[in-house]
């Protein structure tokens, strides 16, 4: 399923000329095969983790935490030419998409869940907020266990009661209060009063963090046109924006652009090396020699041939590949800081 952009395109079409039955649909398709693929990923690591690394808790967490971003990042960009940052920016339209064609449906509302409906909506706070110092895939799972039956999704389960989950809800909604996302906010208002709950402590709750509350409030989002001036792609949401302007404003310095920058360390600035490689090593804050060599250390030892030779050629592959990345990291880090 490469074209997930354009499945997640034509729902929006659907979407605007309020058929929400088929735009559902075809949000739903895209947002099975998106949560199949996570799930593959985390049975494999975690299946992994529990025969060779049960002996050391701390060894197994690492692992985990290390090699599920590269797994996850190689996987989508194969089987949906995108990579962890474009496809969180497709995950949050697609969910949005889908609890808008759920709740403005009159047949839809009511088949599902209000627990259901309250745990997309805050999987859909989190990815909003929540994602900037850690990888977006570990936000959602702390809230949702994939359950799949012979290599496809078959439930997602709520690792989170209603209440809690309403809680958490009502603790994040004002942080979107002044954003252009101030629209999920209304939309969960929306959802209260076509469920006969404007009355509720919840409703009053997250009335107060929309202004001017008008039912089914319209917002489109800013468009972009496409070099061929023929489609058009939606902007990357507000918080995912601020956070790539964020990394990379500073590192622009040459005349290459961000993306070039990011897929070729050979072309990127001085100053942008020194972030990126950086965060191969896992590094944070002012550290001596010796601890930036532990680190280096740690990360190597991930990826070694002994601890991937039973995960099949893929993930073999993608572990040479990272330990290819960790050494550059390393000397270009020996070469400049002069250790």
Not at 29 to 36: C, G, L, M
Not at 230 to 242: D, L, W
Not at 273 to 302: A, F, N, P
């Amino acid at each position: 399923m490469k074209n997930i952009v354009k499945i997640r395109e034509i729902g929006d079409y659907f979407l605007e000329k309020k058929d929400y039955e088929r735009a559902f649909y075809l949000y739903s398709e895209v947002y099975n095969q998106i949560w199949t693929e996570i799930a593959i990923i985390q049975n494999g690591i975690n299946n992994f983790s529990r025969e060779f690394l049960s002996f050391t808790i701390k060894a197994s967490i690492d692992f985990r935490k290390n090699f599920q971003l590269s797994a996850l990042n190689s996987t989508f960009l194969r089987e949906f030419d995108l990579d962890l940052d474009q496809m969180l920016n497709e995950f949050v339209f697609i969910i949005f998409g889908r609890l808008q064609s759920i709740i403005y449906s009159d047949e839809m509302i009511h088949k599902f869940t209000q627990a259901m409906i309250f745990h997309e909506f805050l999987l859909t706070y989190n990815l909003l907020i929540n994602v900037i110092e850690t990888n977006w895939v570990a936000v959602i799972s702390k809230y949702t266990s994939p359950i799949l039956e012979q290599k496809r999704l078959k439930t997602l389960l709520p690792l989170i009661k209603e209440q809690e989950a309403k809680k958490i809800i009502i603790e994040l909604a004002p942080k979107l209060k002044n954003t252009e996302w101030k629209i999920l906010n209304n939309l969960i208002l929306d959802y209260l009063v076509l469920t006969n709950q404007s009355n509720s402590h919840f409703f009053k709750e997250m009335r107060q963090n929309v202004q001017n509350y008008s039912f089914r409030y319209k917002k489109t989002f800013y468009k972009e046109e496409s070099e061929s001036g023929n489609n058009y792609t939606y902007r990357k949401y507000e918080r995912h924006e601020k956070y790539e302007e964020a990394n990379y404003s500073n590192y622009n310095s040459n005349s290459y652009s961000k993306s070039e920058q990011k897929e070729n360390p050979e072309i990127m600035s001085e100053e942008y090396k020194s972030i990126y490689y950086g965060q191969i090593l896992g590094l944070k804050g002012k550290l001596t020699k010796d601890e930036v060599r532990k680190h280096y250390i740690k990360m190597i030892s991930l990826y070694h041939p002994d601890k991937v030779s039973g995960l099949g050629k893929e993930l073999i592959d993608l572990a040479e590949s990272k330990t290819k990345e960790i050494n550059l990291a390393y000397e270009w880090l020996k070469k400049r800081y002069n250790f």
